[in-house]
């Protein structure tokens, strides 16, 4: 099936700096990719998404940017709060797999004060 | 105060029970889901119910089952036949039938087998 492989598993940075969470996949027909923030102990909510015929899209700090041709799509985080500290969940529709919504594996961030 | 809520919150099983966690959603949304969360390996889909009375299976759905009887309800039951079902249990739901839109989650139930 459809693997969306997420990457990094862990990143830590200082406050104030950025924060790029990428994720690649094999599904050419895929075009919804939204990004998930899970808190500590919380649920996953909805932080930013963009469709197949947008490149970029920004949201105040945030941003995600997609490369349908290279098949990889990246979160960017600009100057980091320790309120973004959470686990971030990139997810793609796979048509492959009937539509389903395939989510990676999640990357934890830990920003530092 | 409009969502999706979850029961129970924790939850102990003995080996060999069959255990059912509830959902209901009061957001008139069609859609419904189950995810299953285990460290390091995502959010992995195990049933959805796109409209009442139907349901599909997702990736993992060997050892659950689900039933849709009400639009506003959607529960899931481990039964004794899955052989880890010691996880975090999400369930979400989404306005319309397809899977391009905004996923509201519930605040999930654990479930640890003894």
């Known amino acids: 099936g459809e693997n969306v492989e997420q990457h990094p598993s862990t990143l830590s940075v200082q406050e104030g700096d950025s924060a790029v969470i990428k994720c690649t996949y094999s599904d050419s027909a895929s075009n919804y990719f939204p990004w998930y923030k899970q808190e500590l102990g919380k649920r996953p909510q909805l932080i930013i998404d963009i469709r197949s015929n947008v490149g970029e899209k920004k949201d105040q700090r945030i941003a995600v940017t997609l490369n349908k041709t290279a098949k990889h799509f990246s979160l960017h985080i600009t100057e980091t709060q320790p309120e973004d500290s959470a686990v971030y969940f990139c997810?793609?529709?796979?048509?492959?797999?009937?539509?389903?919504?395939?989510f990676g594996q999640g990357t934890e961030l830990s920003v530092k004060p | 105060d409009g969502g999706i809520t979850q029961s129970p919150k924790y939850l102990f099983r003995k080996e060999g029970q069959n255990v059912t966690l509830s959902c209901e959603q009061n957001?008139?949304?069609?859609?419904m889901y189950w995810y299953r969360q285990d460290p390091g390996q995502g959010l992995r889909l195990i049933y959805y119910?796109?409209?009442?009375?139907?349901?599909q299976k997702g990736d993992i759905a060997e050892g659950y089952s689900v039933s849709r009887e009400k639009k506003e309800s959607f529960p899931l039951t481990v039964t004794s036949a899955q052989k880890n079902p010691t996880a975090f249990y999400l369930c979400a739901s989404m306005g319309q039938g397809s899977f391009t839109g905004e996923l509201f989650f519930g605040e999930g139930s654990r479930l640890t087998v003894l």
């Open positions: 119910s796109q409209i009442v009375n139907d349901f």
């Open positions: 957001l008139n949304h069609d859609a």
């Open positions: 997810a793609l529709t796979s048509y492959n797999q009937g539509g389903k919504l395939i």
